[in-house]
């Protein structure tokens, strides 16, 4: 059975930092590409990042390109998501989701995690 | 950047269809997926590549896209379909894209 497990996500101020994880298992994850999906409670969902299944692709929402920086680690079968100067509008439960497909781009995503709630505020 | 547009919300009767559009330029071209989200819970898959259904997805569930306009349509429809739903494609310079989401109720 597939899981996906965010952590990570904590309250941190305007400009600062925070790293999250998503711990995947039940598939072989080199053979997928990943997403970073956002949603603040009550809006829409907000597509944040791709990784291609060798890590080789990556690609970024405006909103955040500069700032945020997608990786994966195949031998801990882990998704990473570096924010870097963070601003209020950052705040949003983040999920960890899997493609379909291993390409660069998104096929569906057939599996999400439960999310991580980041609180960006002073 | 690449938009869709779907209607904030959708009302339908039990037992009957329900259908709900996402609408962009030259949809048609690319592959569109369709989630369910209900409150406090994580996105489900419902539609991918357009027409195809993951393991699991009620045959209910169905797919369509075309010139402008994808559709997800829902037949007969049940009350635990009342829910948020969200169409889905790719687009190479945008990345992904979401639709803001289309509230369906089941009077």
């Known amino acids: 059975e597939v899981h996906l497990v965010e952590s990570g996500g904590a309250v941190v101020q305007p400009g600062g930092s925070l790293r999250l994880s998503c711990a995947a298992s039940?598939?072989?994850?080199?053979?997928?590409?990943m997403h970073w999906v956002r949603q603040t409670p009550g809006k829409g969902l907000e597509w944040v990042s791709i990784?291609?299944?060798?890590?080789?692709?990556?690609h970024y929402a405006d909103s955040v390109k500069g700032r945020f920086t997608i990786s994966r680690d195949s031998r801990k079968n882990s998704l990473y998501l570096q924010m870097n100067s963070l601003r209020t509008e950052d705040s949003a439960f983040y999920y960890c989701?899997?493609?379909?497909?291993?390409?660069?781009?998104?096929?569906?995503?057939?599996?999400w995690g439960q999310g991580t709630l980041v609180t960006v505020s002073s | 950047s690449y938009e869709v547009t779907q209607p904030p919300s959708v009302s339908v009767s039990p037992g009957q269809t329900a259908n709900i559009t996402c609408s962009g330029e030259?949809?048609?071209?690319?592959?569109v997926s369709w989630y369910q989200q209900r409150p406090g819970q994580s996105p489900v898959l419902l539609i991918y590549q357009d027409n195809k259904r993951p393991s699991g997805i009620p045959e209910r569930f169905s797919g369509s896209n075309s010139g402008n306009t994808a559709a997800l349509t829902i037949s007969g429809t049940q009350a635990m379909d009342e829910a948020d739903y969200y169409c889905?494609?790719?687009?190479?310079?945008?990345?992904?894209?979401f639709g803001g989401g289309t509230q369906v109720t089941v009077l």
């Open positions: 990784i291609r299944r060798d890590g080789t692709y990556t």
């Open positions: 989701a899997k493609d379909t497909a291993g390409f660069r781009d998104a096929r569906g995503l057939d599996y």
């Open positions: 030259q949809l048609g071209d690319k592959y």
């Open positions: 889905q494609t790719w687009d190479s310079n945008t990345g992904v894209v």
């Open positions: 039940g598939f072989t994850f080199d053979d997928y590409t």
